[in-house]
C-alpha cells in the first residue's frame, strides 16, 4: 500500500508539472495502466520522469539497485471513444481477470484503481472522470457505468492492436466533449499548432539547424 500512495503522489505532481490530465488508472503487482491526455509533445518525459521516480523509491527503501520496470513504456494514441470505454473497463477488471478479486462487487474493496471514482466512492483531485462519464451516458442514459462493466466482453479486445492506418486517430474535436474540457482541449491544440508553425518558420530560415 505503501508503494501504490508513493506511485499515485509521483504521479499527480508530475500531472500537474507537465499540465497532463488523468482519464482512468490502475496499480497491479508489476505493472500499471493509465488513461492520459497529453498537453503537448512532453509526453514522453513525462512518463521517463514518473518511472524514474519511482524506480528511485524503490531502490531506496528496498536497498538495492536495479531496474525497477523491464521495458519502457508502450502508449497508443487514440480519440475513438469506443476504444477509450473498452479501454476503461478493460483497465477497471485487471484485478479481476487476475484473480486478485473474486466478483464484480469485490472489486469495490480494490483502492488502486479508478473504478471507485466512476462509482462516485472516491475521488482524486487530480482524477477527470467527466469526460468519459459523458461518453458512457450519450451510449444510453438508462445505463449505468456499473452495467457497462458488468456487461463487458473483453475476449475480442485487444487495448495494443494499432492498424496501419491509425483509424482510431482523427482531427475533430468529439461533439459529446463540451464545457471546460472542450475549451482546454482546444487551447492545448491552438498552443501545440502555434509552437509547430514557430518551428517550420525557423526551420525555412537560412542558416537554421535542422534535427
Not at 144 to 157: D, I, K, M, W
Not at 183 to 195: D, L, P, R
Amino acid at each position: 500500500d505503501e508503494d501504490c500512495v508513493k506511485f499515485l503522489s509521483i504521479l499527480s505532481k508530475n500531472l500537474q508539472k507537465y499540465d497532463c490530465r488523468c482519464y482512468g488508472f490502475v496499480l497491479m503487482t508489476n505493472h500499471y495502466h493509465l488513461i492520459l491526455r497529453p498537453s503537448d509533445d512532453s509526453f514522453s518525459s513525462m512518463m521517463r520522469r514518473i518511472n524514474t521516480a519511482f524506480a528511485q523509491y524503490i531502490n531506496k527503501s528496498r536497498k538495492r539497485s536495479n531496474y525497477v520496470f523491464s521495458d519502457r513504456f508502450k502508449s497508443i494514441p487514440t480519440r475513438d471513444q469506443n476504444y477509450l470505454l473498452n479501454l476503461l473497463l478493460y483497465i477497471h477488471r485487471n484485478p479481476l481477470e487476475a484473480g486478485m478479486v473474486k466478483s464484480i462487487e469485490e472489486l469495490d474493496s480494490y483502492k488502486w484503481s479508478s473504478h471507485s471514482c466512476y462509482r462516485g466512492e472516491m475521488s482524486y483531485p487530480w482524477l477527470n472522470t467527466n469526460c468519459l462519464r459523458s461518453i458512457f451516458s450519450s451510449i444510453n442514459k438508462q445505463k449505468t457505468y456499473e452495467a457497462f462493466l458488468s456487461e463487458y466482453n473483453g475476449s475480442s479486445f485487444n487495448p495494443w492492436q494499432v492498424d496501419e492506418q491509425c483509424d482510431r486517430v482523427n482531427d475533430s474535436l468529439p461533439e459529446i466533449v463540451t464545457g471546460e474540457e472542450a475549451t482546454w482541449i482546444q487551447a492545448k491544440v491552438q498552443k501545440c499548432a502555434e509552437k509547430q508553425q514557430k518551428r517550420k518558420k525557423l526551420q525555412e530560415k537560412p542558416n537554421v539547424l535542422k534535427r
